[in-house]
């Protein structure tokens, strides 16, 4: 696509107004067809990743995490020295980082697929090329063998037919 999935505003410097994050992109996974009636996601919706909505509605669902929200009270809570709200952003982002690795576990899981139906795609290349070649390659010996057999037909067909000319000229003359 060619709109960036989070669209940013505030201030990352000075604080002021504080930064947000907001989802600007597309919700659509993009599927590709591999083969036959195999279609595989290549992409992943930044809302589940990032914002823990998985289903589209807004906001995160039960225990997954708004990383950005997480990352926007802790900065507020540094900005106005609150220990309790420092500690509970970082226990948001450390449950932020779990959710991470579960998505990075979702694209190894689909990079997994993609390899198999490539393996899947090269073997069967494979086997296209071998039935191709055995259809259309000529068999040697065969095409020896046709070779000769007209070869010899060609010979013989050439010594009758000179001897037959040979009889008609010499017939003419006397």
């Given amino acids: 696509t060619q709109t960036a999935p989070f669209a940013s505003s505030g201030?990352?410097?000075?604080?002021?107004?504080?930064?947000?994050?907001?989802?600007a992109g597309s919700g659509d996974e993009i599927e590709l067809e591999v083969a036959e009636s195999l279609r595989l996601e290549s992409t992943l919706d930044g809302r589940r990743v990032?914002?823990?909505?998985?289903?589209?509605v807004g906001g995160p669902e039960a225990g997954r995490q708004d990383i950005f929200a997480s990352l926007q009270s802790f900065w507020t809570a540094l900005e106005n020295g609150n220990d309790a709200g420092i500690q509970q952003a970082i226990a948001d982002m450390e449950n932020a980082g779990e959710q991470i690795s579960l998505e990075r576990a979702r694209v190894g899981t689909r990079l997994s697929r993609h390899d198999t139906a490539q393996e899947n795609l090269g073997?069967?290349?494979?086997?296209?090329?071998?039935?191709?070649?055995?259809?259309?390659?000529?068999?040697?010996?065969?095409?020896?063998?046709d070779l000769t057999l007209q070869q010899v037909s060609l010979e013989a067909a050439l010594q009758v037919t000179s001897q037959a000319?040979?009889?008609d000229l010499l017939?003419?003359?006397r």
């Fill in 123 to 145: 073997e069967r290349e494979v086997q296209l090329r071998r039935e191709l070649s055995e259809t259309q390659d000529a068999d040697t010996v065969q095409v020896v063998s």
């Fill in 171 to 173: 017939d003419f003359l």
């Fill in 165 to 167: 000319l040979q009889l």
């Fill in 11 to 23: 201030d990352f410097t000075s604080g002021s107004p504080a930064p947000t994050v907001s989802f």
């Fill in 50 to 56: 990032f914002q823990g909505d998985a289903d589209g």
